[in-house]
């Protein structure tokens, strides 16, 4: 589709993964880094309890980053559907990608199709946030977030600790 890959069966995609794909794995590398500092590093400075949110927050991020950067935004696949619903007359055509779209929904040109509640594009991801992800992503940011707070807490209760 567009600029995409795309896994689906009988007009559902399954996966979709962005034109910017190599960033994909360029994301799973810093966080298999994250994974590697925080095993290695601070997993055996901290206590159980706190190493099991931290784990949380870790596991937390794989599970939303993947989801966010395989599930369907919210492609606009099939013309002939949306034709089909009476009354929508504030539809409009989409001169790239021929398919009526919807509102909330708009071109993208990275990914050459039409999103559904599209949000933006996001490179990190590798591809658009829309209605189908745009969830699982707003997850990630809050426990990247999550992690990085961690992080500080951890950092400066260790130089404390060092300094004493
Ligand atoms: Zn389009
Ligand atoms: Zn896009």
């Known amino acids: 589709m567009g600029n995409t890959y ?5 007009g559902y995609i399954y996966l979709n993964i962005g034109p910017d794909w190599p ?5 799973g590398l810093i966080l298999a880094a994250i994974n590697a500092f925080f095993i290695f590093v601070m997993a055996p400075r901290v206590v159980f309890e706190l190493k099991c949110i931290g784990f949380f927050i870790y596991f ?3 599970v939303s980053y993947s989801i966010t950067a395989l599930k369907n935004p919210g492609i606009i696949l099939t013309p002939w559907e949306l034709e089909l619903e009476e009354g929508n ?6 001169k790239d990608c021929d ?9 993208c040109f990275e990914c050459g199709i039409c999103i559904k509640g599209y949000d933006h594009h996001c490179p990190l991801s590798g591809k658009c946030i829309g209605s189908g992800n745009i969830f699982a992503f707003y997850s990630f940011l809050a426990f990247i977030f999550s992690g990085l ?6 950092f ?5 600790e060092l300094g004493s």
């Open 89 to 94: 007359k504030e539809e409009k055509m989409c």
């Open 23 to 27: 960033l994909n794995l360029f994301m």
């Open 6 to 10: 795309c896994l689906g069966y009988r």
């Open 99 to 107: 398919v009526y779209t919807e509102e909330g929904s708009e071109h």
């Open 156 to 160: 400066i209760i260790t130089i404390n």
């Open 60 to 62: 937390g991020c794989i």
């Open 149 to 154: 707070v961690y992080f500080s807490v951890w």
